[in-house]
């Protein structure tokens, strides 16, 4: 298929346009897990659900888009680590409460640990508080 680089890249645009799953499988083991130490995702375990949960997202957040800081490959253990900023207005229906109108701007990253050249696992690293607050929505 091809580098892990160039797939753990497609992968993440793919994610975080909202692609969901349909848009993201193809670069993943069909059993990929998921983890994440943030309120919001704590009953996420698969991937796949992770990523319809980012499709969710992007309708909540019509705005939603990312900026890419670092993406870096790290061959010796076979994952790939990408820091962006996820910046989205509430406007949309859906989440916790009524569209409020407010911005986030959210430093986030992913390690995507590779099997073969499929993601098997992916860890997301956020602070959840620091978005959720600024939305409005605690």
């Known amino acids: 298929m091809g580098s892990i680089t160039a797939i753990a890249n497609a992968?993440?645009?793919?994610?975080e346009t909202g692609k969901g799953w349909e848009g993201?499988?193809?670069?993943?083991a069909p059993n990929a897990t998921f983890a994440a130490q943030a309120e919001p995702l704590a009953d996420i375990k698969a991937l796949?659900?992770?990523?319809?949960w980012m499709k969710g997202l992007m309708?909540?957040?019509?705005?939603?888009?990312?900026?890419v800081k670092?993406?870096?490959?790290?061959?010796?253990?076979?994952?790939?680590?990408?820091?962006a900023v996820f910046s989205g207005t509430h406007t949309g229906p859906g989440g916790p409460c009524e569209?409020?109108?407010?911005?986030?701007?959210?430093?986030y990253v992913?390690?995507?640990?590779?099997?073969?050249?499929k993601i098997s696992h992916m860890?997301?690293?956020?602070?959840?508080?620091?978005?959720?607050k600024q939305l409005g929505w605690i």
Do not use: H
């Open 123 to 132: 860890t997301k690293i956020w602070n959840s508080g620091v978005a959720l």
């Open 110 to 117: 992913y390690v995507m640990q590779f099997t073969g050249d």
């Open 11 to 15: 992968f993440f645009a793919a994610c």
């Open 48 to 52: 796949s659900e992770y990523a319809d």
């Open 59 to 67: 309708t909540i957040m019509p705005d939603g888009r990312y900026e």
């Open 99 to 107: 569209p409020t109108g407010k911005k986030t701007t959210s430093d």
């Open 70 to 83: 670092s993406f870096a490959t790290d061959t010796e253990r076979n994952n790939v680590a990408a820091y």
């Open 24 to 28: 993201c499988k193809t670069y993943c």
